[in-house]
């Protein structure tokens, strides 16, 4: 029989009080990561992408080598990657969690995590 215990793990990690963490949980296969805003833009910026035209995933032709176009140098701003991600023409937002990233399979919870938290 487990105890309570048993069913959490610890995790230490060095707090820069001067960056912002993010806490992503992935439903689907059910990983749960903490990132600093640096690497979360990094990550989104490999598929999400921001011209003339507007935002959009970048997303390339499927018989294409690379399966992403490279993101514009200009995307710094994680505010405005996450609105986009959370309008309604691709999945709606879903609480309680104020972000998510949708992609085909499933979809990330993305929260603003303290050093309290």
Known sequence: MRTQKEDFEEMEMPWCSDENYYLIINDDPGFITIQNEKALLAQ??????YDDSGWHLCKSDWNSVDPYTTVEENIKD??????????????????????????EAAYNHIRRITNND
């Open 44 to 49: 989104l910026a490999q598929s999400v992408c």
């Open 78 to 103: 994680l505010k405005k990657i996450m609105e986009w991600l959370n309008h309604d023409a691709w999945c709606g937002n879903r609480e309680p969690s104020p972000f998510f990233i949708c992609d």
